[in-house]
């Protein structure tokens, strides 16, 4: 057969397979440095080390748990409206989480950039029946990490809703948390007690970890009270960990002094 093939499909194919040859290359250089998220992160040329500095972060947090069987899902795939670009740090996730299954959502398509162990939804992370199909087709998170919008009301809204979901044990982490003072993004760097902005919001959530410690008597703890264990700020990200706060206060009862209330 002689047949012509059209210039545009000459260009994609030979687009397509320069994109995946770099790919197997990575995947190769990453295998012999699967333990260094940094050395992953420069691989894979995602952002999270160099332009900003989160791997030795996730390092961190996340070596004790770099063998294990966990779903870890990321919001925001990078690369804005070209369906090519971004995906970056899921192949990073998936040379680092060896028997992880790694899902992402995006408000763009980007099921380009899917393969054995990465799965891709698209919608928005502030829908809520969008966020519920995606976690019935996950069926439970261990982590979950907001590289979204980097919207101060955005990024709230997400972790109210997602957080509960979230299996005990499990990590929410927030990243460019720098957006919380900038107004282009709903932030302010003039009133840094705004519980509308990032930062203030989970700086807030810190005091429910003592909430047993509150001298008001018959305090209503809330779901954040009683699920958040610790919260960990750095530059530009947090960490927050899942599980159960029922540790009691050694002095207080029902947020009351032991004698309150008594007749003398």
């Not at 740090?89 to 959502?105: C, E, V």
């Not at 009301?153 to 044990?169: D, Q, S």
């Not at 519980?195 to 005091?207: M, R, S």
Request: glycine content about 6%.
């Amino acid at each position: 057969l002689n047949m012509k093939i059209p210039k545009c499909l000459k260009k994609y194919f030979k687009s397509h397979t320069k994109t995946r040859v770099k790919q197997n290359i990575q995947r190769l250089r990453a295998s012999f440095n699967d333990r260094d998220l940094n050395k992953l992160a420069q691989i894979f040329k995602t952002d999270k080390y160099g332009i900003h500095f989160y791997t030795p972060n996730y390092q961190t947090h996340f070596k004790s748990i770099k063998n294990k069987k966990i779903n870890l899902l990321e919001i925001g795939v990078g690369g804005y409206k070209n369906p090519l670009s971004g995906g970056n740090s899921l192949r990073m996730w998936k040379a680092y989480f060896s028997k992880a299954n790694i899902f992402a959502i995006d408000i763009y398509d980007k099921q380009k950039h899917e393969e054995n162990r990465i799965t891709i939804f698209k919608g928005s992370q502030v829908d809520y029946s969008f966020l519920d199909t995606v976690f019935k087709n996950i069926g439970s998170l261990d982590i979950i990490i907001d590289d979204g919008s980097h919207i101060n009301e955005h990024v709230i809204k997400t972790f109210e809703y997602l957080f509960p979901k979230l299996n005990n044990g499990g990590v929410y982490v927030v990243e460019d948390t720098q957006t919380s003072y900038w107004p282009d993004y709903g932030g302010s760097s003039l009133d840094l007690n705004d519980k509308t902005k990032i930062l203030p919001y989970f700086k807030a959530l810190a005091d429910g970890l003592n909430y047993q410690e509150f001298l008001i008597p018959n305090y209503k703890a809330t779901v954040f009270d009683k699920t958040i264990t610790s919260l960990h700020f750095y530059n530009n990200m947090i960490f927050i960990y899942k599980g159960d706060n029922n540790i009691k206060s050694n002095y207080l009862i029902n947020n009351r002094k032991p004698n309150e209330g008594r007749k003398k």
